[in-house]
């Protein structure tokens, strides 16, 4: 069966502080990775999609990128922190009729 | 215009009790649609598909209307364990397995 990890499940970050999150999947293969922020009582936002290896499509413009160095493995990154980027970032993956599969999460407070 | 529009509730209903949420979409090209369900501080977790000619799953509805662009969910004999936020999901067309995501309907089950 596939199964999707985030890591780490929480972080809190100094404000200029680099970032790093991964996303792995198992259990399939050239999956549609996708990664979503959800501010405090607000709804998903699209992030990066990715749709196969060295293949990243942005949906707006910020402070974040996002990179896919293998299959199963999509990773979110910023060089410097704002306030702004507090939030719930989840990863997901695309299923077999175009519904999406999501990790865990991790909970980012940048303070 | 929101592209997925639900009302934010909160519904608060008895346990045993039949609730019903609505969603309205913007685009009529449209062809996938989900529901999701969301407890608090999660990750959001599908709940069913939602076929052209309606779909019941255990105490659970979903109902598409094309013509009238909106979709709905009934649940039935309400249980302490609906409690969660209820997210209307669309996929428009030719938009490289995107979703939008409504900002979700709160359910509230009491005793």
């Known amino acids: 069966s596939q199964t999707i990890h985030q890591w780490p499940a929480t972080l809190v970050q100094p404000v200029g502080s680099p970032l790093s999150l991964e996303c792995t999947v198992e259990?399939?293969?050239?999956?549609?990775l996708y990664w979503y922020r959800q501010a405090a009582g607000r709804g998903l936002q699209l992030l990066f999609y990715?749709?196969?290896?060295?293949?990243i499509s942005s949906e707006v413009p910020q402070n974040l990128s996002a990179s896919r160095p293998q299959d199963r493995q999509f990773i979110l990154s910023s060089k410097k922190l704002l306030l702004s980027d507090s939030g719930f970032y989840l990863c997901?993956?695309?299923?077999?009729?175009?519904?999406?599969?999501f990790g865990p999460g991790t909970r980012l407070t940048v303070t | 215009r929101k592209e997925v529009e639900q009302d934010p509730g909160p519904f608060n209903v008895p346990e045993g009790a039949t609730v019903a949420f609505n969603c309205t979409y913007s685009?009529?090209?449209?062809?996938?649609f989900f529901w999701y369900r969301q407890d608090c501080r999660k990750e959001p977790k599908l709940l069913m598909s939602?076929?052209?000619s309606g779909n019941e799953d255990g105490r659970f509805t979903a109902q598409l209307n094309r013509a009238s662009q909106y979709i709905s969910l009934l649940i039935r004999d309400s249980k302490l364990s609906d409690s969660a936020t209820y997210l209307c999901?669309?996929?428009?067309?030719?938009?490289?397995?995107?979703?939008?995501f409504g900002t979700g309907t709160r359910l509230q089950v009491t005793l």
């Open positions: 997901a993956f695309r299923g077999g009729s175009y519904e999406q599969y």
């Open positions: 259990g399939t293969s050239n999956p549609n």
């Open positions: 990715s749709v196969g290896i060295g293949q």
């Open positions: 685009n009529s090209a449209s062809q996938s």
């Open positions: 939602v076929y052209s």
């Open positions: 999901v669309v996929n428009p067309t030719g938009t490289a397995s995107k979703l939008t």
